[in-house]
């Protein structure tokens, strides 16, 4: 006669109760899923803020420029040829990943504004590439490089005026003949010392700030300028600023500001 073991019936399904516990826990937790394996990993949207080198380039537009630099801070883009004294003043409209959207308005020494669409490529920490949809200036591909400089942080006692050290800074800006001349004292105050060099900013009276933007290397910089000869060019200029070591530590400038009808910019030394 069959004789069943009493204790295996009730040790079974205690067995079959744990394997059940067990799977549902796997299914719960998404192991079972190989669907979830195949979900793309979401890109993260580049972070352009910085300062890129004077070695960059545009090509193909009526202008041939080899020292395009440039200063991103938030939404603003603002890239620079001193020798052409071109200044493209942008604002970045969007970033999806490593695409980057932006409006450009052009000046060329200082006036004559244009204006222009770029789209491009962001590497965080490494580039700037893109194409001006324009005509003219506004046209053309560009490319910067990240400066390996970006680490050393922005303080006002950077780029102040000392004497005997250096005493103002000089650069040829707005289609001046000779440099124009300003002074920058320990709390970021900017005082003009002589803007009668000629050019769109010839007798303006420049008063402003420049403050250091936390955690990076650039500055904020507003100015005033008042009784140019054109009152069409007074007003509010608002831009940014950072320092470039060419010969020695900190011994240019480089600064953009526009107010949307002119810009001034340039290398300051």
């Known amino acids: 006669?069959?004789?069943?073991?009493?204790?295996?019936?009730?040790?079974l399904p205690k067995m079959l109760a744990a394997l059940l516990l067990v799977l549902s826990a796997l299914v719960l937790s998404g192991c079972l899923h190989s669907d979830d394996d195949?979900?793309?990993?979401?890109?993260?949207?580049?972070?352009?803020?910085?300062?890129?080198?004077?070695?960059?380039?545009?090509?193909?537009g009526s202008v041939a420029v080899d020292d395009l630099q440039a200063m991103v801070f938030d939404?603003?883009?603002?890239?620079?040829?001193?020798?052409?004294?071109l200044l493209y003043d942008g604002t970045i409209t969007s970033i999806n990943g490593n695409?980057?959207?932006?409006?450009f308005t052009i000046y060329t020494e200082g006036r004559f504004p244009v204006t222009a669409t770029a789209n491009g490529t962001i590497i965080s920490g490494s580039s700037i590439s893109g194409t001006l949809n324009g005509s003219g200036v506004g046209?053309?591909?560009?490319?910067?490089?990240?400066?390996?400089?970006?680490?050393?942080?922005?303080?006002?006692?950077?780029?102040?005026?000392?004497?005997g050290v250096n005493t103002s800074w000089k650069g040829k800006t707005g289609g001046s003949p000779a440099p124009q001349e300003f002074l920058i004292d320990n709390t970021g105050?900017?005082?003009?010392?002589?803007?009668?060099?000629g050019g769109v900013f010839s007798n303006c009276d420049l008063d402003g700030n420049i403050t250091p933007i936390s955690n990076s290397s650039?500055?904020?910089?507003?100015?005033?300028?008042?009784?140019?000869?054109?009152?069409?060019?007074?007003?509010?200029?608002?831009?940014?600023?950072?320092?470039?070591?060419?010969?020695?530590?900190?011994?240019?400038?480089?600064?953009?500001?526009?107010?949307?009808?002119?810009?001034?910019?340039?290398?300051?030394k």
Do not use: H, K, W
């Open 99 to 103: 695409s980057f959207t932006a409006d």
């Open 38 to 60: 195949d979900d793309p990993v979401p890109v993260l949207d580049a972070n352009p803020t910085g300062y890129y080198i004077n070695t960059g380039y545009v090509e193909d």
């Open 189 to 197: 105050t900017l005082t003009e010392v002589d803007f009668t060099g």
């Open 218 to 268: 650039l500055y904020s910089v507003s100015v005033e300028l008042t009784e140019c000869g054109s009152s069409t060019r007074n007003g509010t200029y608002t831009g940014l600023a950072t320092s470039r070591t060419d010969a020695t530590e900190d011994d240019t400038l480089v600064l953009a500001v526009s107010n949307g009808q002119y810009g001034m910019d340039g290398d300051f």
């Open 139 to 163: 046209s053309g591909t560009f490319a910067l490089l990240y400066a390996m400089t970006n680490g050393e942080v922005a303080d006002v006692a950077r780029i102040e005026n000392v004497a």
């Open 75 to 85: 939404n603003r883009i603002m890239m620079l040829s001193a020798a052409n004294e």
């Open 1 to 11: 006669m069959l004789r069943l073991n009493s204790t295996r019936l009730i040790y």
